[in-house]
């Protein structure tokens, strides 16, 4: 079991910036990748996966930057230049896609407002 542990949302006016940490906990050696997404569907916003790769939505490259801390087991989303449509849940995603059984956890969590 992983748990995740999301810190760093709040109010932000627009043009602003943030930064999100996910904390991941447990077996957490097993983690494939990490990463966020956003609102109940689930909007990718970025992820990285163990091998370094990076994924982002379409709606926030070159304005979001994913980094990890590996000794920490720790995700780092920084957010710039924030717009209003920005404004959601934050959710912790990491997977674990190794073994026989697909393992999918995810945080409770943060939320982002974005307004003046």
């Known amino acids: 079991q992983v748990q995740l542990e999301e810190s760093g949302g709040g109010l932000v006016q627009p043009g602003g910036s943030l930064r999100l940490s996910c904390a991941a906990s447990?077996?957490?050696?097993?983690?494939?990748?990490m990463g966020w997404y956003r609102h109940l569907q689930r909007e990718l916003v970025a992820i990285i996966h163990k091998d370094g790769r990076i994924e982002y939505g379409d709606s926030v490259k070159g304005r979001f930057t994913i980094s990890r801390d590996n000794t920490k087991d720790t995700v780092f989303l920084e957010m710039n230049s924030l717009k209003p449509e920005d404004t959601a849940v934050y959710y912790c995603?990491?997977?674990?896609?190794?073994?026989?059984?697909?393992?999918?956890?995810w945080g409770q969590g943060t939320q982002v407002t974005v307004s003046s």
């Open positions: 447990g077996s957490s050696f097993s983690i494939d990748g």
């Open positions: 995603h990491a997977w674990d896609y190794s073994g026989p059984a697909d393992y999918d956890y």
